[in-house]
Every structure is written in C-alpha cells, then in structure tokens.
C-alpha cells in the first residue's frame, strides 16, 4: 500500500521533470479573440500541457512532452490556426 503510493508520486514528479518547454514568437494576433484560438490551437496538440500567450510580444510559451508531441507539431498548429512564427 505504502509502497504503490510513493512509487506513484516518482511517477509524477518524472513527469513533470520531462515535461520541455518551447518559446515561439508568434506573429499576426490582433486581440483576446486571437490569443484563445491560438491557446486552443495549441492545446488540441497531443502531449501539450500548457500554453502561455503574451498578445503585445506575440511571445508564447509552450509546456509539452517531447515523448508524445515535437517543436514540429506545435509550429504547424500554430500555423494551421492562421498565425505566423517569427524566428
Ligand atoms: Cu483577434
């Protein structure tokens, strides 16, 4: 019991250690509206954990699993929503 407990919080805290975080500069987002089609574009991506947007800079962070999801996927979501990347 003890031992399936504390062997599931290792589990967890890996997790979170393995989890990268990718910076894009996204061009084109106008207003609030653009940052939520970005977030949810972004967060429809399989192993996204989460989604940072900054709508003055365009710089958005992006918490992701590199096991499930790749630095790929994300751009092209990114550019499948209608945004640009710069960089
Ligand atoms: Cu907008």
Do not use: P, W
């Amino acid at each position: 019991m003890y031992v399936s407990i504390s062997s599931m919080c290792i589990y967890f805290d890996l997790r979170s250690i393995m989890m990268k975080t990718e910076f894009l500069k996204v061009t084109g987002m106008t207003c609030g509206g653009c940052v939520n089609s970005l977030t949810q574009a972004l967060k429809s991506v399989n192993g996204v954990d989460d989604v940072q947007v900054n709508l003055s800079t365009g710089d958005t962070q992006v918490q992701y699993d590199e096991n499930v999801a790749t630095s790929g996927q994300l751009r092209k979501a990114v550019e499948d929503a209608g945004y640009g990347l710069e960089g």
